[in-house]
């Protein structure tokens, strides 16, 4: 039962909620092949199930957290939610619009059955005696309370961190449960980092004088040392480097210069100190060592023999976020999981945010991580009430049934864009698997979905390109193409699109080679530095050339902007250089939008190639 008050455009009043799903006559099987029960789920709602019940969306919580996802319990609670800033009326995860379910995962201690929890057995809490448990477990319990909540499919399963881990799990293990799936600053396995992390904390704990080999319940003294010293080592690992600088510097908490001494001087020792001695208020000892270890065990590549292997498995439209300060679960990470399910031909959108907030990014950065959260559910929820899994953006396209075919004119669907689009658009057949290496803000892979029954992948470097790509509803990579490109099958697209986009790679001849081999049929645009208005300003000015197509001072080009090439020179590279063969050239003029074939290296000022491998 949740209580709405619209102060502040915030839940307000979130009353918790505790079901049995299993008992001592029906367990739990454990992966570890021991069962269990009863078993107890802690778990919040937010909003309303609706009519259809297809506005369902489970998230699940970090190492740390637990149900109480957004709003308050009481009025004068000091804090809200842990994920508050992005769940409630009109924010990112709007609860106007979604059904929200969040619980405390297997293994807590935050009213789901964990080691703190009776064992009925002894009638005694379990302690170590509780069964090893995996992230699979966890995720098997959730299942079981959505079914018991009456929900067939859900819209979305969210989770960060560990949360993130286990939405991994959820879409190979059911992947007919949910539309959509979204797993930010995660990863499909551990490093030998994190792993070393977890084992300094839990030694930490085991260590401690007061363990009590974990049977420390109803005693005076508890491992709340050890628990501290674990959390502390953890935070840190949350904060990155840029972070604790600005926060903290080398800043003296109590006196203006050293004391020469063994107390804590520095803030940050203060501030770890008081992270710590919260912690144990609100923690329990033995759960995070079952937390740690089930996190520690879970490794996708393992289980599938390859990554590649595991996303072939998916079968849900997927939005992975990393964070670029994240050293915990780097981007190297979260791209690894991306290639895999592009290598699989499956439906994902990635960005990398810049946010120097750490791994903790997640838990504040609204402004990148909100937008995009927020048009990726609303296209999904449109998708799942079409019965598709991959549609274009807008609701207008939505209510389409039937796509236009390839002679639709350029005064319909082209009015107002751009020319070498326009002309793009009509090399490609409908019902093609289309890579847009550039794509930009993704308005031509819109164009060709919505008019052509395209299925298109965007690539940019531009994190406003990626939130203008979600607008949209278009899968969109934040990737450097100038990257290697290896986790791209051969002839994996029927088109790939480089329109506008040659002149800023570093090495062209790289690239194109790499993407005549991942495409059937490869369309490349570029400005013409041979059109005859360059060649004036040149002659006559003696500076260097401006125009449509080439609109930027000399001096107010990209970095990378580096490659100026006539419509002969591309000629001559296609057929020297790449060895390829040349399908198609259409040289155009931009002014009047018509293809220009006599003179074109002096009259057109843009050009549009269609290469292929030799057979």
């Excluded at 990398?352 to 997640?362: A, E, K, L, V």
Aim: charged fraction near 25%; aromatic fraction near 10%.
């Amino acid at each position: 039962m949740v209580r709405y008050d619209r102060l502040e455009n915030s839940i307000y009043l979130v009353e918790p909620q505790k079901v049995r799903l299993f008992d001592s006559n029906n367990k739990l099987k454990l992966e570890c092949g021991r069962s269990l029960g009863p078993i107890d789920v802690a778990f919040e709602t937010y909003g309303e199930l609706n009519d259809a019940r297809d506005n369902a969306i489970l998230i699940i919580h970090a190492l740390s957290g637990d149900a109480h996802v957004a709003g308050r319990h009481q009025p004068d609670d000091r804090r809200p939610g842990w994920w508050d800033c992005m769940v409630g009326p009109g924010k990112p995860i709007d609860t106007d619009k979604y059904f929200v379910i969040c619980s405390n995962c297997l293994g807590g201690c935050s009213g789901t059955t964990g080691p703190v929890s009776i064992n009925p057995e002894t009638q005694k809490p379990w302690g170590l005696s509780f069964p090893v448990i995996t992230l699979s477990d966890m995720v098997d319990l959730q299942r079981h309370l959505i079914d018991h909540l009456g929900i067939d499919k859900l819209l979305a399963v969210i989770g960060a961190s560990v949360g993130g881990m286990q939405v991994f799990d959820w879409t190979l293990r059911y992947p007919d449960r949910m539309q959509c799936a979204l797993a930010i600053a995660t990863t499909a396995r551990l490093s030998a980092q994190s792993l070393a992390f977890d084992a300094v904390g839990r030694n930490a704990i085991l260590n401690d004088r007061h363990f009590q080999n974990g049977e420390y319940y109803g005693s005076d003294l508890t491992p709340d040392v050890g628990l501290s010293v674990a959390r502390m080592i953890g935070h840190i690992t949350y904060l990155s480097e840029e972070a604790m600088h600005q926060k903290f510097g080398r800043r003296l908490q109590y006196a203006k210069d050293y004391q020469y001494a063994m107390d804590k001087e520095f803030s940050v020792e203060s501030y770890l100190d008081y992270q710590g001695s919260t912690f144990v208020d609100r923690f329990d000892a033995n759960s995070y060592l079952y937390i740690t270890k089930a996190m520690d065990y879970y490794d996708l590549a393992r289980q599938f023999q390859s990554l590649e292997e595991a996303m072939n498995q998916i079968a849900c439209n997927y939005l992975v976020i990393s964070f670029s300060s994240d050293w915990l679960f780097t981007a190297r990470q979260s791209h690894e999981v991306t290639s895999a399910l592009i290598y699989n031909n499956k439906n994902v959108t990635y960005s990398n945010i810049n946010c120097s907030y750490g791994h903790d990014s997640f838990l504040l950065e609204v402004d990148v991580q909100g937008p995009l959260i927020s048009n990726f559910l609303a296209h999904n929820q449109m998708r799942m009430r079409k019965g598709h899994a991959y549609l274009p953006a807008s609701p207008e396209t939505l209510s389409r049934t039937n796509a236009p075919t390839q002679t639709t004119r350029r005064g319909s669907i082209f009015r107002g864009h751009r020319v070498d689009h326009w002309n793009i658009a009509h090399l490609i057949e409908p019902d093609s698997h289309v890579l847009d290496m550039g794509c930009g803000d993704g308005e031509l892979l819109e164009i060709l979905a919505r008019e052509k029954n395209v299925r298109g992948l965007g690539f940019t470097l531009e994190a406003g390109d990626v939130n203008a790509c979600t607008r949209r509803g278009v899968n969109v990579i934040q990737y450097d193409i100038n990257k290697t490109l290896d986790f791209l099958k051969d002839k994996s697209y029927d088109y790939v699109v480089l329109s506008q986009a040659l002149q800023v790679v570093r090495n062209p001849r790289k690239l194109l080679k790499d993407l005549l081999r991942i495409g059937r049929q490869v369309i490349v645009s570029f400005p013409n530095f041979a059109f005859w208005h360059g060649r004036l300003q040149l002659l006559f000015n003696g500076r260097a050339p401006v125009w449509k197509s080439l609109p930027r001072e000399w001096y107010d080009k990209p970095e990378e902007s580096v490659n100026y090439m006539s419509i002969k020179d591309f000629e001559l590279f296609v057929e020297n250089q790449l060895k390829a063969r040349l399908v198609r050239r259409i040289p155009i003029s931009t002014r009047s939008g018509r293809e220009i074939q006599l003179w074109a290296n002096l009259l057109a000022d843009e050009a549009i190639f269609v290469i292929s491998a030799q057979d």
